[in-house]
C-alpha cells in the first residue's frame, strides 16, 4: 500500500462508487482491498494508477467524469438504491446514462419532489455536510391554517432531539380545501434533520398532509414531472459549486450533456406541471 498516495475514501467518491462519508462505511465493514488485502483503517492511503483497489470484489476504475442530474422523486419511494423492505426506490428511476449514480442527500418515503443525483462523491459530502450553505427549500400543505406567531417559532428555532433547529424560512403562500381550512406554506431551511419539517409543523398544531421539495441551492425542480429527471445544465453546476464550496470549480466549467428523461428512456422532453 502506498502511505504517500491518495486516501481511499477519496478514491473510491471520485472513481463515482459513493460520497466520501459512505465510503468510510466500505472501509470500515472490511469491503475494500487494495492488492488483494481488506483494508479497515480510514488512513489508509493507494494509488489509484499502481495499486489494485477492490470494493466487495470489484476493480475500482479510474476517476468518472462527474455528473449532476435532478429527479422528481415520487411519494412512496425510498431515497436508497436497494430497500431491505422491498419498497420501491429512486434506482427504478435513475436516468440510462451508463453512469453509477447515487442520491444526494434523502428526501422522506411520503415526500416528493427535487432529488439530486450524481456520480461525484466530493460534491455529494459537501451539499450534505452540516453548515452547507446550500439550502433547501420545500412546498407544505398543511391541516388548518398557521398565524404569525405559529410561522414566527417555526422560523426562530424549534428543539428536536435536545437541540435547537437553526433559523428556517416559511411564508404562507395560499389556503385550500374545504372553506378554506388548509394552507400552502412555503418553506426553506439551512440544514436537514430526519423528518425535520413534518415534526415542527407537529409541534405546532399543523400536521403537514403533502411535502414537495422545488429547490436545492440554485437547481430547481422546473418542469419535471414525477419520475422524470435532467441532466443539470452548465450553469447550474456552476452555481452549485460556488454554494457548496464558497468558489468556483473546474469541473463545473465542463459542458455536460443536457436533456430531460422519463425513467429508463433519454431525451425525451415532456411538458411542466
Request: proline share 6%; hydrophobic share 35%.
Amino acid at each position: 500500500m502506498n502511505v504517500e498516495g491518495v486516501r481511499l475514501q477519496k478514491i473510491l467518491s471520485r472513481a463515482g462508487i459513493t460520497s466520501r462519508r459512505k465510503a468510510e462505511d466500505l472501509i470500515r465493514e472490511g469491503r475494500v482491498s487494495v492488492n488483494g488485502k481488506a483494508v479497515r483503517e480510514l488512513g489508509t492511503r493507494a494509488d489509484p494508477r499502481r495499486d489494485a483497489i477492490r470494493v466487495d470484489g470489484k476493480r475500482v476504475g479510474p476517476p468518472a467524469r462527474p455528473r449532476i442530474f435532478a429527479l422528481y422523486k415520487p411519494r412512496s419511494v425510498v431515497t436508497s438504491l436497494s430497500d431491505p423492505q422491498g419498497r420501491a426506490t429512486v434506482a427504478h428511476f435513475l436516468p440510462a446514462v451508463g453512469e453509477r449514480l447515487y442520491p444526494v442527500g434523502r428526501l422522506d418515503f411520503h415526500s416528493e419532489g427535487l432529488l439530486l443525483l450524481t456520480n461525484d462523491g466530493d460534491l455529494a459530502d459537501a451539499v450534505m455536510r452540516a453548515g452547507s450553505s446550500v439550502d433547501k427549500t420545500y412546498m407544505v400543505k398543511v391541516r388548518g391554517i398557521p398565524n404569525g406567531t405559529a410561522l414566527g417559532r417555526f422560523c426562530g428555532g424549534m428543539h428536536l432531539d435536545g437541540r435547537r433547529t437553526r433559523p428556517a424560512r416559511a411564508v404562507l403562500r395560499r389556503t385550500t380545501g374545504a372553506q378554506r381550512g388548509n394552507a400552502w406554506v412555503e418553506v426553506t431551511l439551512h440544514e436537514g434533520r430526519r423528518n425535520q419539517i413534518r415534526r415542527m409543523f407537529q409541534q405546532l398544531g399543523h400536521p403537514v398532509q403533502k411535502l414537495r421539495r422545488i429547490q436545492v441551492g440554485p437547481v430547481s425542480l422546473g418542469e419535471l414531472k414525477p419520475g422524470q429527471s435532467r441532466e443539470l445544465r452548465p450553469r447550474e453546476v456552476a452555481a452549485l459549486h460556488r454554494q457548496a464550496y464558497g468558489r468556483g470549480n473546474k469541473v463545473a466549467s465542463r459542458r455536460l450533456p443536457e436533456g430531460r428523461h422519463r425513467p429508463g428512456t433519454r431525451g425525451r422532453r415532456q411538458s411542466a406541471r
